[in-house]
Antibody
Framework: EVQLLESGGGLVASGGSLRLSCAAS????????MSWVRQAPGKGLEWVGR??????????DYAAPVKGRFTISRDDSKNTLYLQMNSLITEDTAMYYC?????????????????WGQGTLVTVSS | DIVMTQSPDSLTVSLGERATINCKSS????????????LAWYQQKPGQPPKLLIY???TRESGVPDRFSGSGSGTDFTLTISSLQAEDVAVYFC????????FGQGTKVEIK
């Protein structure tokens, strides 16, 4: 069974930093692309960024609002995904979810998000 | 970026009646080489993460009741709940995975 467990959320002052972790189990983490999605209180879902598996270059991509401030990394030896968040602003207040795009063998593409963690809440105070 | 726009923002339906949610993408999410629409639907209940309902625009995820169906192609898509049940009260999101990932703003479904 796929399990994703986020941690590291909390209250931080504007301008501060925080590092989130996502412990993965139930699948071959090193073969997976991983993503972060966030949801501000009472709002919709916003894709934050993605890291590819190392065999695909291990490259990252980010949504415009977080580019240059957030960094996604992974430790395949620990089956853990990270989100380093710097220069936090109040608009970054949200529940942060770890998820993994499903690899569709027939198309060869990484696709929809079949599995999600329960999320970790980040609150940025002014 | 591909912008996803859902309508309506909220919907109130009687138990047993049909609920229809629309989703429009700012550009086609149909991948011509495999003729698949890179479009998914999720259900989110309060305090829970999103749950995948539909992928490839019309394929139901395992375990999802058959009262949920998806249709559409290119830029226009629909999620239909054929006979609304009390447990279907939730917010529904469409998502494109054609180019990175973006979500619609969500549609809140309530019981009349």
């Amino acid at each position: 069974e796929v399990q994703l467990l986020e941690s590291g959320g909390g209250l931080v002052a504007s301008g501060g930093s925080l590092r989130l972790s996502c412990a993965a189990s139930g699948f071959t983490f090193s073969n997976a692309w991983m993503s972060w999605v966030r949801q501000a209180p009472g709002k919709g879902l916003e894709w934050v960024g993605r890291i590819k598996r190392k065999t695909d270059g291990g490259t990252t991509d980010y949504a415009a609002p977080v580019k240059g401030r957030f960094t996604i990394s992974r430790d395949d030896s620990k089956n853990t995904l990270y989100l380093q968040m710097n220069s936090l602003i109040t608009e970054d207040t949200a529940m942060y979810y770890c998820t993994t795009p499903y690899y569709d063998i027939l198309t060869g593409h990484f696709t929809y998000f079949a599995h999600w963690g329960q999320g970790t809440l980040v609150t940025v105070s002014s | 970026d591909i912008v996803m726009t859902q309508s309506p923002d909220s919907l109130t339906v009687s138990l047993g009646e049909r609920a229809t949610i629309n989703c429009k993408s700012s550009q086609s999410v149909l991948y011509n080489s495999n003729n698949k629409n890179y479009l998914a639907w999720y259900q989110q209940k309060p305090g829970q993460p999103p749950k995948l309902l539909i992928y490839w625009a019309s394929t139901r995820e395992s375990g999802v009741p058959d009262r949920f169906s998806g249709s559409g192609s290119g830029t226009d898509f629909t999620l239909t709940i054929s006979s609304l049940q009390a447990e279907d009260v939730a917010v529904y999101f469409c998502q494109q995975y054609f180019r990175t990932w973006t979500f619609g703003q969500g549609t809140k479904v309530e019981i009349k």
